[in-house]
């Protein structure tokens, strides 16, 4: 087991060096800098941002700048942000991360708790008013894109019923201790059923479509021949062996949950990674973009090695040799 995590780790350097590779080659493809389009001040001589450009290295051949933005990125250097004048990247992406993280845990935390539940139920149950309410849902959750359910959500639960906060973090600077912690929570409903309805939606069929398929096999049959009760046939043989899809789901889930909080905080005007992420895009500040991206990705990779350690932890018969 050992052995392999250490493996595992020691693949994350060329795996690592492959995604900063696509990462500056995306950036590098795209139109224009920080210095063209519509920021830029006609009365300003031009030769003034060519000397910018210059300084900044923009103008050397890509593989220099890519080896340039590599050696920094090796020592912890994610540079200065273009746009956001005197102040680096990290301390933009310090800023924000906690935000978006806690977005994604609250997000995935009403994924479990909503959708095992009731997967489990539909497959105990198949074929039930909850079952065929459960298989609407998840054809809902996954037709309709997260913007346009945002924007649902904001006109009915924070316009006409004034429910819950359309954007935002928290109230008001003035709300401390407790009462901040429930703020925040109150702020992150909406966006966060948002983000978390197509993971619902998709655990909810995945947890009912493994049960059914488990509680159909020989060695529950014999459990339960054997007398052995309905709550330890459940928990002690059937869930240890439906669980492990849905440990793959969540290795990728944490990843996707921070990337598809990029179009989710832009529509609820939540302050994290995907709204600093956005006016990078439209200010092409390359270097917030790359660093944002690149994060993602490292997010993915530790997401795919979490998930197989869980593997033996959930079923002793894995093994990695």
């Known amino acids: 087991m050992y052995k392999y995590i250490i493996r595992r780790i020691l693949i994350f350097i060329p795996m690592l060096l492959l995604l900063s590779m696509i990462v500056f080659g995306l950036a590098k493809s795209a139109p224009g800098d920080p210095f063209t389009g519509r920021i830029l001040d006609p009365d300003i001589d031009p030769e003034v941002f060519e000397q910018q450009r210059e300084a900044l290295g923009l103008n050397d051949p890509l593989p220099i700048q890519y080896m340039n933005w590599a050696k920094r990125i090796a020592q912890g250097d994610f540079g200065e942000s ?3 004048k005197g102040r680096s990247v990290a301390s933009l992406i310090v800023e924000r991360l906690p935000n978006t993280l806690y977005l994604g845990l609250f997000a ?3 994924t479990l708790i909503v959708a095992i539940p009731i997967g489990i139920y ?5 074929y039930s008013l909850l079952d065929y309410s459960a298989t609407t849902f998840g054809f809902f959750g996954l037709a309709v894109p997260n913007f346009f359910f945002g924007l649902i959500a904001i006109y009915f639960f924070a316009i006409k019923l ?3 906060p359309s954007q935002g973090t928290i109230t008001g600077t003035e709300v401390t201790g407790i009462k901040e912690f429930f703020d925040r929570i109150h702020h992150m ?7 978390g309805l197509a993971g619902t939606a998709s655990y909810m069929r995945y947890m009912r479509s493994e049960v059914l398929d488990v509680l159909g096999s020989d060695y529950i049959r014999t459990a339960k021949a054997k007398g052995m009760s309905e709550r330890n046939v459940l928990y002690k043989h059937t869930l240890r062996n439906a669980i492990i899809p849905i440990i793959t789901l969540m290795g990728f889930e944490f990843g996707a949950l921070l990337s598809g909080a990029i179009i989710t905080e832009q529509v609820f005007s939540y302050p994290g990674l995907g709204t600093l992420f956005i006016n990078s895009i439209t200010n092409r500040d390359y270097p917030v973009i790359m660093a944002i991206t690149l994060l993602l990705g490292i997010t993915i990779l530790i997401g795919n090695l979490l998930a197989d350690i869980f593997y033996s932890i959930v079923d002793p018969r894995i093994r990695y040799d």
């Open 82 to 84: 273009m746009y956001y």
């Open 122 to 126: 539909s497959a105990r149950n198949p």
């Open 162 to 164: 004034g429910w819950f």
């Open 189 to 195: 409903v909406l966006p966060g059923i948002t983000l």
């Open 108 to 110: 995935l935390s009403i």
